[in-house]
């Protein structure tokens, strides 16, 4: 059962916050990593509500400002999805006006995406309630603190994932 926080720093039972033992649950990068997601994740949700936008469909369109043109192919390898899982994303940027799709020049079958300056307006009260999230999420963090752990995430981001260990062969008798 989930246990919410009272505004005093106690839970619901009136067991302080910081009373618990975390025993070896204070050792797990995962676990702070999990921790630390869930504060962002509902921030963003609250600061992003008004446009209905999802953290991966802000990815999707920030990387469209950032590449003009780009092809959904080469938006969904940057994403790390599945070219569907993009197309979708696409799709509901669409919806919002906040992506175009054109026709490639030289291949009709690739779309071109971009920001369409009729949205400029609505993209730049996304941007500032953006950068107002990220604000609030570093607020304790000094700005060279912020920048080493920007740093750390992208090294574990972008770090070759460990082989799994191999699991032992059944035996016959094990069933």
């Given at each position: 059962m989930k246990q919410s926080r009272r505004s005093n720093g106690s839970l619901p039972n009136g067991t302080?916050?910081?009373a618990l033992?975390?025993?070896?649950?204070?050792g797990l990068?995962?676990?702070?990593?999990?921790?630390?997601?869930?504060?962002?994740?509902?921030?963003?949700?609250?600061?992003?509500?008004?446009?209905?936008?999802?953290?991966?469909?802000?990815?999707a369109l920030l990387l469209v400002e950032a590449n003009p043109g780009i092809s959904q192919s080469a938006l969904a390898a940057a994403l790390g999805i599945d070219r569907s899982t993009a197309v979708s994303l696409i799709d509901r940027l669409q919806r919002r006006?906040?992506?175009?799709?054109?026709?490639?020049?030289?291949?009709?079958?690739?779309?071109?995406?971009?920001?369409?300056?009729?949205?400029?307006?609505?993209?730049?009260?996304?941007?500032?309630?953006?950068?107002?999230?990220?604000?609030?999420?570093?607020?304790?963090?000094?700005?060279?603190?912020?920048?080493a752990l920007m740093g750390f995430l992208r090294q574990l981001a972008n770090a070759d994932p460990p082989p799994l260990p191999l699991r032992p062969k059944r035996r016959v008798d094990d069933r």
């Open positions: 302080p916050r910081d033992g975390r025993g070896r649950l204070d990068l995962g676990y702070w990593l999990r921790r630390a997601q869930v504060r962002v994740f509902q921030d963003f949700a609250a600061a992003m509500a008004a446009d209905g936008l999802t953290p991966g469909l802000l990815g006006n906040l992506v175009k799709r054109s026709q490639r020049a030289g291949d009709r079958r690739a779309n071109a995406l971009e920001i369409p300056r009729a949205s400029r307006t609505a993209f730049a009260r996304i941007l500032a309630r953006l950068s107002a999230h990220e604000a609030r999420i570093a607020a304790t963090l000094a700005p060279a603190d912020r920048a």
